[in-house]
């Protein structure tokens, strides 16, 4: 399960996905699409890389291949739209785009014209995406095309790349990198000391960086990875929930069901009963409000439980 470094599933090996979501959060991760994100109403905290939007609703904000990005809805009735698309769409040498900014405003939008080209662009693909009639990708890789370069007039690409550019894209790649590890590795004993050593950092200049970047502390993050694994285990294997426990790099059950329940809202035991725990996807979770129910293949309802429960004996 890569939910950190997200692989989507896509219909086809066409790869342009388009849905919209209401009172969502998802954690720090990355993929190699480019995502635009639409703030249909309400408002969010989102961060790319090292920069933080307080995005309001008609801003838009481009998310490039590789970008580490995360959000936290903190309005009550908010809605977004998430269109990710293939950089071979653009170019098959595509180069990452260098923006001076991720975040394109309502005003700015409105005064290009282009907040009624978005909506034009998000119908289209989804008629055709639907559709699939004859030369249905040449019509979507038209329309992404227009929109993004006309979109890329907004914000000019720097015409020379600095030292300290390339430092922090090397930076990002380094941290990928260990994001990667973390998930292959989740099972081993892994101390912030050791990861701070892999980036070249100090401890405690590696625990500020990493709290920047993704949005949680090391511990919580390495602990997420862990109960996604265990959780994907949980619903394919009939192992005991100890042995599942231990593999994931607990050191024992209490400990496992203690961070399973604070992470799931769920006890083990009660994951494993739910219909939809093979969909749950834990790069997304939902915010506090509970209006309108998700799509099964994407964020699933996070439920906040108090940290109490045992784990059954039945698969102990």
Same mark, same amino acid.
Request: glycine share 4%.
């Given at each position: 399960?890569?939910?950190?470094?997200?692989?989507?599933? @896509?219909?086809?090996?066409?790869?342009?996905?388009?849905?919209? %979501?209401?009172?969502?959060?998802f954690i720090a991760h990355w993929h190699r699409e480019i995502e635009l994100i639409y703030v249909r109403s309400g408002t969010?905290?989102?961060?790319?890389?090292?920069?933080?939007?307080? !995005?309001?609703?008609?801003?838009?904000?481009?998310?490039?291949?590789?970008?580490?990005? /995360?959000?936290d809805?903190?309005?009550?009735?908010?809605?977004?739209?998430?269109?990710?698309?293939?950089? !071979?769409?653009?170019?098959?040498? %595509?180069? @990452?785009?260098?923006?001076?900014?991720?975040?394109?405003?309502?005003? $700015?939008?409105?005064?290009?014209? $282009?907040? =009624?080209?978005?909506?034009?662009?998000?119908?289209?693909?989804?008629?055709?995406?639907a559709g699939r009639g004859a030369h249905y990708q040449e019509v979507v890789k038209s329309e992404l095309r227009s929109f993004w370069y006309r979109l890329l007039r907004l914000s000019p690409s720097q015409s020379a790349v600095s030292v300290m550019q390339n430092r922090r894209r090397d930076m990002l790649a380094d941290l990928q990198n260990l994001l990667t590890f973390l998930e292959d590795h989740c099972g081993d004993?892994?101390?912030l000391t050791d990861a701070a050593e892999?980036?070249?950092?100090? =401890?405690?200049? /590696?625990s500020r960086l990493f709290k920047q970047l993704t949005g949680t502390g090391f511990v919580r993050y390495l602990n997420i990875i862990r109960i996604s694994q265990a959780a994907e285990q949980l619903v394919?294997?009939?192992?005991?929930?100890?042995?599942? !426990? $231990?593999?994931?790099? /607990?050191?024992?059950?209490?400990?496992?069901?203690?961070?399973?329940l604070e992470i799931t809202g769920y006890? =083990?035991?009660? @994951?494993?009963?739910?219909?939809?725990?093979?969909? %749950?996807? /834990?790069? %997304? @979770?939902?915010?506090?409000?509970?209006?309108?129910s998700l799509p099964e293949e994407n964020p699933t309802i996070k439920r906040d439980f108090p940290l109490t429960g045992e784990v059954t004996a039945s698969r102990l």
């Open positions: 399960m890569k939910a950190f470094h997200e692989v989507r599933n @896509y219909p086809s090996d066409f790869m342009v996905w388009h849905e919209r %979501y209401r009172n969502i959060s969010a905290q989102i961060h790319v890389t090292d920069a933080s939007f307080n !995005a309001q609703a008609g801003d838009l904000i481009v998310c490039d291949s590789g970008d580490i990005h /995360f959000c809805a903190h309005s009550e009735d908010s809605c977004f739209d998430f269109l990710l698309f293939d950089t !071979a769409i653009l170019s098959s040498h %595509y180069q @990452y785009s260098a923006l001076e900014g991720r975040l394109f405003s309502r005003a $700015l939008l409105e005064d290009a014209a $282009l907040l =009624p080209e978005w909506e034009r662009l998000l119908g289209v693909l989804d008629a055709e995406l004993p892994i101390s892999m980036m070249g950092f100090s =401890p405690s200049h /590696f394919t294997t009939d192992d005991r929930i100890t042995d599942i !426990a $231990l593999r994931c790099g /607990f050191g024992n059950v209490r400990s496992f069901n203690r961070v399973f006890t =083990p035991s009660e @994951y494993i009963k739910r219909p939809e725990s093979r969909s %749950y996807n /834990f790069t %997304y @979770y939902r915010s506090s409000a509970d209006l309108i």
